[in-house]
């Protein structure tokens, strides 16, 4: 495919063309120039957009497409597509699924049965056999075959042991640790943050207590080893200034955040509605403010959007009953676009540059001879998410109808050119 990219500024540090306003021509996937003025005629699409920006592609290091086992909620298919919407080139997804991402068959076959799309979907094989903590996984087998680093996902491990040989093991081969910090004896399980909120709508809160705790430990196991490990879903203030004190004592650890942990009040819960159930739960106004002072410090590294589609005998029922998670791989740019007080040049930093390099993934750069792998974006351009624009299957989103600000206009990857708007 030949293409044009006409008047984009680009976003990429790496590149010797950061903050211009170009043209871009890409022939049979390769960037071939990059210059201001390039005639129309030179491709046979071009793309183009008021305000159009170009950035290496995105890339969402924590997201569930449901595949295998759970293909009423998502499949591989249309998690891709709802990925490609959203601008991500790359995604690497959850172990989540039935059978779970535990052994190098199941690894095999997410690579297989993704392979060919403009989206690259890399497999998170699972920490422990089934997710059940009790024994280690075969992390290094699903590490030969295509496992970027291993996760039990929303299950945090309890057993402290078995936390200690993971990151044993996988500092052997290189494998990275992904932990979720959440002490089950200090948790509820109630997904909703131990405040006010709790209180009204009559439910026992989750402290953010349970979060600092298991992290303290995981800090101190990683330390211990000297083996790197990335902390997910990171939710509360305290866990910030624990995240600084271990890295100033030389502990390799890097941080992530979801999406709507950058923005959204635990007030939200108090219309009951279960869409804003998710795991770790909303959190108070101060870890909001203290999440945005260390997104913009480079603290926290990576802002996810842990795409968690459920159907709706998940979600249409009581708030107790309902299963955490909400669909946001489409709406994370233009949510972090208009709430998180991050520059554009931040943002992509935290979307597309931190997470490559934490999974050890080579970046694109916007450059002559190099492959092309780009998302295209307006961050003026208002749109309305709704059921038709939305691809995943699930639709549990409390932002259908709502107005946003920031669009995808397409990416490009593979020689695959995909609109936002198809």
Not at 95 to 120: C, F, L, M
Request: net charge neutral; charged share 25%; with cysteine.
């Amino acid at each position: 495919m030949n293409l044009l990219v006409q008047s984009a500024k680009i976003v990429d540090p790496a590149s010797l063309h950061n903050g211009k306003t170009v043209d871009i021509l890409i022939e049979n996937g390769k960037i071939t120039e990059i210059k201001k003025g390039i005639a129309a005629s030179a491709a046979k699409k071009v793309v183009s957009a008021a305000n159009l920006h170009a950035s290496p592609g995105w890339f969402d290091m924590q997201a569930n497409f449901c595949d295998p086992g759970y293909e009423h909620k998502e499949s591989l298919a249309t998690g891709m597509a709802a990925a490609a919407k959203g601008g991500f080139t790359g995604v690497a997804i959850m172990p989540s699924t039935n059978p779970p991402i535990h052994s190098k068959s199941q690894v095999e076959y997410v690579i297989s049965k993704s392979a060919g799309n403009a989206v690259d979907v890399y497999p998170v094989g699972a920490i422990s056999h089934r997710l059940e903590g009790k024994d280690l996984a075969e992390m290094y087998d699903m590490q030969t075959s295509g496992a970027i680093a291993f996760s039990d996902d929303m299950h945090p491990i309890m057993n402290a042991g078995l936390m200690h040989r993971a990151l044993l093991y996988a500092k052997s081969f290189n494998g990275l640790i992904m932990s979720r910090c959440n002490d089950k004896t200090l948790s509820t399980g109630s997904d909703v943050n131990e405040s006010k909120a709790s209180v009204s709508i009559g439910v026992k809160g989750e402290p953010g207590i349970a979060e600092e705790i298991m992290l303290i430990r995981d800090l101190f196991l990683a330390g211990h080893t000297e083996a790197r490990i990335h902390i997910n879903s990171i939710s509360v203030a305290g866990s910030i200034a624990l995240i600084k004190s271990a890295r100033k004592q030389g502990v390799n650890v890097t941080v992530s955040v979801n999406g709507y942990n950058v923005f959204i009040e635990d007030l939200a819960v108090m219309d009951f509605d279960t869409n804003y159930k998710v795991s770790p739960p909303l959190r108070s106004k101060d870890d909001i403010k203290a999440i945005k002072k260390a997104l913009a410090e480079g603290v926290i590294d990576v802002i996810c959007s842990d795409h968690r589609p459920e159907d709706e005998e998940n979600k249409k029922v009581e708030f107790d009953l309902a299963t955490p998670g909400m669909i946001g791989i489409q709406t994370l740019y233009p949510l972090i676009n208009m709430h998180s007080e991050l520059s554009t040049e931040q943002i992509i930093e935290k979307i597309a540059i931190n997470p490559r390099k934490i999974a050890g993934l080579k970046v694109p750069t916007i450059k002559e001879g190099e492959m092309a792998n780009l998302t295209f974006f307006s961050p003026t351009e208002e749109w309305v998410f709704d059921v038709k624009s939305a691809a995943s299957i699930s639709k549990n989103s409390p932002f259908l109808g709502k107005k946003l600000k920031g669009k995808v206009v397409g990416i490009l990857n593979k020689d695959i050119y995909r609109s936002a708007d198809l």
